[in-house]
């Protein structure tokens, strides 16, 4: 079989189950059986589908995944995470500070945990009432919660990340380090945002904030945890002390400690937080297997390779390559969320922007902005709901939506220096290196 008709085959299968409402995973393994029937016939095929599906729930490295998850519930479901935006918020005697606040909380968070949709639960649900109870513009508030949640994808560990290492084949701690200068970069870009919105709309940011000073003891038992989890993370991964998956347990256990001893959490919110982390593995498990066998059966017809070969034949410039690529995912962003994008489209273009001369590390953190605008993108946003139910309809989508444009434009903007200065993504892995 040509693999252009196993391409827009499986293509095809695909989308077809996804529009009759089939579950992704779901209509990701249906799409892959009838050509893995052609390979192998059906008993193997069954048995194929047995072995990759338990290959992917054993792998070490994905370990690493519900252990980011497990600690980023337990922070949300402790007082860690919420005291965290009540300290950067009180602490900080300026004119929209519960913005800046905001903003804050969100990267600390994003420190500890590499999920966007709990960061921006745990640190909106508390911010956003807060911010509109404060009298702040209903769309700055929602945006900035809904972008900030965004900082979890980019600032390590990240979750988008890991898994752009597993399908790619590139080192997860370098993609980590090459993910921290333009992390920073955009914690200050979306502070900038913050200020010029309040320069143009002053109405929408209050001149003064009734909020109470935070206790010394209070404020130690926020930063406290949050420092000593970044510091594990960090130091165990970077220093080639512990791989991810070994840094992550050690952290899951230390957030475990942390959460009880100083954080007030409960055994009822633990066993939410293990209840929350089956979930949500439930559903990525199943995408990981499903993704798995897709990702087989495009390898084993060389789609990835002719597809790449066929895209080089028009002879573009590497620069047109990327741009159509990006534009690629912005437009797929709007309709499936990163982890489906990641694993059904990546195993193709990863070897076709290695063939354009990019670097697999600085396009890493390129396709991770990418993910980002992607979860704040109508109509299947995650952020934007996620920041549309915690308001208790407050908050129009409408107003999400809206809110979001501005950080949107300024990580288009980060993409773009990215573009123009790669050394920004490469410089620290390199001298780590």
């Not at 997860?172 to 979306?190: M, R, W």
Request: aromatic share 12%; with cysteine; charged share 10%.
């Amino acid at each position: 079989m040509e693999w252009y008709v196993v391409g827009l085959g499986l293509l095809g299968l695909l989308m077809f189950f996804i529009v009759i409402g089939l579950p992704i995973p779901f209509a990701l393994a249906a799409a892959s059986l009838p050509f893995l029937f052609q390979i192998q016939g059906f008993d193997t095929s069954i048995v194929s589908a047995e072995l990759k599906l338990w290959g992917v729930w054993i792998d070490y490295i994905l370990l690493a995944v519900p252990l980011f998850v497990f600690l980023g519930e337990l922070i949300g479901k402790s007082n860690i995470g919420p005291n965290l935006y009540q300290f950067l918020h009180q602490g900080v005697r300026i004119k929209g500070s519960a913005a800046y606040g905001s903003i804050g909380a969100s990267a600390g968070f994003g420190a500890v945990c590499g999920s966007s949709m709990v960061g921006a639960l745990t640190i909106g649900g508390v911010a956003l009432p807060e911010m509109l109870r404060l009298g702040y513009g209903k769309r700055l508030s929602s945006g900035v919660l809904a972008a900030g949640g965004t900082l979890s994808v980019l600032i390590p560990p990240s979750l988008i990340l890991l898994f752009y290492g597993i399908v790619t084949d590139q080192s997860i701690g370098d993609l980590f380090i090459a993910g921290v200068i333009p992390g920073l970069i955009l914690v200050s870009s979306f502070v900038v945002v913050v200020l010029v919105w309040g320069m143009l709309k002053p109405e929408d940011i209050p001149g003064s904030e009734d909020a109470e000073k935070m206790p010394l003891a209070m404020i130690a038992s926020t930063l406290g945890p949050i420092f000593l989890i970044g510091l594990v993370i960090t130091v165990a991964i970077y220093a080639g002390i512990a791989t991810p998956t070994e840094a992550a347990a050690v952290a899951s256990l230390l957030t475990v400690i942390l959460a009880f001893t100083v954080g007030g959490l409960t055994w009822r919110g633990f066993w939410d937080s293990l209840y929350a982390t089956m979930r949500t593995m439930g559903y990525l498990g199943l995408l990981l297997s499903a993704g798995v066998l897709f990702g087989f059966v495009l390898t084993y017809y060389r789609v990835p390779q002719q597809f790449t070969e066929l895209f080089l034949s028009f002879d573009l410039s590497p620069t047109m390559v990327l741009m159509i690529v990006l534009l690629f995912y912005i437009i797929l962003g709007m309709f499936l969320e990163p982890v489906s994008m990641t694993f059904i489209t990546l195993p193709t273009i990863y070897p076709l922007m290695s063939a354009a001369g990019f670097d697999l590390i600085w396009f890493g953190v390129v396709y991770t902005i990418t993910m980002e605008i992607a979860v704040l993108t109508p109509p299947v946003g995650l952020n934007l709901y996620v920041i549309q139910a915690i308001s208790r309809e407050q908050v129009t989508i409408g107003d999400v939506i809206i809110g979001c444009l501005p950080f949107i434009a300024a990580m288009v903007l980060l993409i773009a220096l990215l573009i123009g200065l790669p050394e920004i993504a490469l410089w620290l892995p390199e001298q780590m290196g």
